[in-house]
C-alpha cells in the first residue's frame, strides 16, 4: 500500500485488509510524504495489536506508481518467502473474502507465473455501493495497448510477476502507464496466466480526492487519454522487457507498433494484427483509427 494524505478513509482500508478471512498476510506501507494524520493513524493502528503484521516506511515525495514500484522492490528483497502479492489503494474497503478467493483460484494455476484480477463494486464515499463495474474478459497484448481494463487494487499475482516488475526503470513510471498497467504488462509479456474474476470483493470509493477514479471524468478528458497512451504504452512494453526473449507473436506485435510509422507495409501488417484479434468491434476500430493517424 502506497499512501498520500490519507487520513480520512486509511483506516477503513487497513482494518478491511486486516480482517481478512482465510489468509496470513503482511501489510507493506510507504508513505509518500504525507502532511496530515496519515502516518499518525497507521501508526495508531499498529500500537492497537497490529505491530507484528504491519510495516511503515515514511517515504519522499515521489509520485504514486514510483512510490508502488519502490513496495515491490522492497518486498522483492525483504518479504520473498510470500508466495503472492497484491496492491492496495489507500481509500477503498475490502470485503472479508476478496483475499482468499484470489488465492484459492492461483492455487488451482500449476504455471508459477500468474495474475489475478477482478471486476469491483462502485461505491460513494460513505461506502455506499452505486453498481457493479464487470470486467468480461482479459485484454491481450495488442488490445492492451488501445486499453486496459484492470485495476491494480483488484490484482493478486505470484512472486515470478513480483520479480518481474521489480525490473522496472523507474524513470519509465513518468509516462501515462501507472503500476497497474506495468504489472499488467509484465505479465502479459511473460506469458503469465491471468485469471479474470467477474464478481466484485472491493468497495472502489469515489471522492474528491482519488488518485484514480470513476467519477468526474468527461468525455474530452477519455478522448484525450485515447489519443495520449497507446505509443506510451509500446515504448514501455518494449523497454521494461527489451531484454527479454520473447515470443514469436509478441516479438513481431511489439516491432509493428514501434515501426508501423516508417511504412505502408508495416502499417498494414499492424491493421491485420488488429482485425485477427479477439477485441471487440468497437475497440478494432478505435485501435485502426489510431494506426490510420500515427497516434498507436
Request: aromatic share 12%; glycine share 4%; charged share 20%.
Amino acid at each position: 500500500m502506497s499512501t498520500y494524505n490519507g487520513g480520512d478513509y486509511i483506516y477503513d482500508q487497513i482494518v478491511s485488509i486486516l480482517l481478512q478471512r482465510g489468509v496470513n498476510l503482511f501489510l507493506l506501507i510507504r508513505d509518500d510524504g504525507s502532511n496530515d494524520n496519515t502516518i499518525e493513524i497507521i501508526k495508531g493502528i499498529q500500537l492497537d495489536g497490529w505491530i507484528d503484521r504491519i510495516e511503515l516506511i515514511e517515504g519522499k515525495n515521489v509520485g504514486c506508481s514510483s512510490s508502488f514500484l519502490e513496495l515491490v522492490r522492497i518486498a522483492k528483497v525483504k518479504y520473498a518467502n510470500y508466495q503472492y502479492f497484491a496492491y492496495s489503494d489507500q481509500d477503498d474497503f475490502w470485503l472479508p473474502n476478496k483475499l482468499i478467493v484470489a488465492v484459492k483460484s492461483l492455487d488451482q494455476i500449476v504455471n508459477q507465473n500468474k495474475l489475478y484480477y477482478s471486476s469491483y463494486l462502485k461505491a460513494s464515499k460513505d461506502l455506499q455501493k452505486i453498481e457493479k463495474i464487470t470486467l468480461h474478459r482479459k485484454n491481450t497484448l495488442i488490445e492492451s495497448f488501445v486499453s486496459l481494463n484492470t485495476l491494480g487494487c483488484s490484482m493478486v499475482f505470484s512472486q515470478n510477476v513480483l520479480f518481474s516488475v521489480s525490473r522496472v526503470n523507474f524513470e519509465l513510471v513518468n509516462s501515462p502507464l501507472n503500476h497497474d498497467g506495468i504489472t499488467y504488462f509484465c505479465a502479459l509479456l511473460t506469458q503469465a496466466h491471468l485469471i479474470n474474476d467477474p464478481n466484485g470483493y472491493i468497495l472502489y470509493r469515489q471522492h474528491d480526492g482519488n488518485v484514480v477514479g470513476l467519477g468526474a471524468d468527461s468525455f474530452f478528458s477519455r478522448v484525450k487519454r485515447l489519443f495520449k497512451y497507446p505509443s506510451h504504452k509500446v515504448l514501455m512494453a518494449v523497454q521494461i522487457y527489451s531484454d527479454l526473449e520473447l515470443s514469436n507473436h509478441y516479438s513481431k506485435i511489439l516491432n509493428l507498433s514501434c515501426k508501423y510509422k516508417n511504412s505502408i507495409k508495416n502499417k498494414y501488417h499492424l491493421v491485420i494484427e488488429v482485425l485477427v484479434s479477439n477485441m471487440s468491434i468497437r475497440r478494432k476500430i478505435m485501435a485502426i483509427v489510431l494506426i490510420i493517424f500515427n497516434l498507436f
